[in-house]
T-cell receptor, first 110, second 114 residues
């Protein structure tokens, strides 16, 4: 079963913050985050390998809690370019089968 | 530059015809994947392959077939058995198929069947 993301959609004004959550019913060994613009392929943002690890990429950061089988993506001081659909991705139970979360649509307004 | 090439970008077919989508990578990646994406929806796994001459069904394999005769190539055939083939198809690859390797994507093929 694919990881569930929340919220399904969010609308922000430029400069506002957002949090996107990714929750799995199975153990997570790692989590990857991607952003997809309309009509394009997903683009890799960051990888989280260790429990509790938090990584950052400019104003976008993420955390990973193995015990809770969850990951969260934090977008601070959002920009128009952050608009798109965000997906978490992971290998299913540590296998080669790579699956994606349900997705979160983010729209940033001027 | 290395990357994944999917062709064609747009493909139109009549209902009842089989169609093959091409995916070629020159990244020397071992694992390759096919995903289907419907409008406003997420990415669903069709087939994946860890090594040459081996592949596994994903979550929505019915009506599709693949082959992996070369490391660089992983073509997907959409057969007439696939009831709703119109969708955006994405091919991806990863270096080792393990947790520390994210997916690299091609630009996708948009298939329309009428």
């Amino acid at each position: 079963q694919q990881p569930v993301q929340s919220p399904q959609a969010v609308i922000l004004r430029e400069g506002e913050d957002a949090v996107i959550n990714c929750s799995s019913s199975k153990a997570l060994y790692s989590v990857h985050w991607y952003r997809q613009k309309h009509g394009e392929a997903p683009v890799f943002l960051m990888i989280l390998l260790k429990g509790g690890e938090q990584k950052g990429h400019e104003k976008i950061s993420a955390s990973f809690n193995e015990k809770k089988q969850q990951s969260s993506l934090y977008l601070t001081a959002s920009q128009l370019s952050y608009s798109g659909t965000y997906f978490c991705g992971t290998d299913d139970s540590g296998t080669y089968k790579y699956i994606f979360g349900t997705g979160t649509r983010l729209k940033v307004l001027a | 530059d290395g990357g994944i090439t999917q062709s064609p970008k747009y493909l139109f077919r009549k209902e009842g015809q089989n169609v093959t989508l091409s995916c070629e990578q020159n990244l020397n990646h071992d694992a390759m994947y096919w995903y289907r994406q419907d409008p406003g929806q997420g990415l669903r796994l069709i087939y994946y392959s860890q090594i040459v001459n081996d592949f596994q069904k994903g979550d929505i394999a019915e009506g599709y077939s693949v082959s992996r005769e070369k490391k660089e190539s992983f073509p997907l055939t959409v057969t007439s058995a696939q009831k709703n083939p119109t969708a955006f198809y994405l091919c991806a690859s990863t270096k080792s198929g393990q947790s520390n390797s994210p997916l690299h994507f091609g630009n996708g093929t948009r298939l329309t069947v009428t």
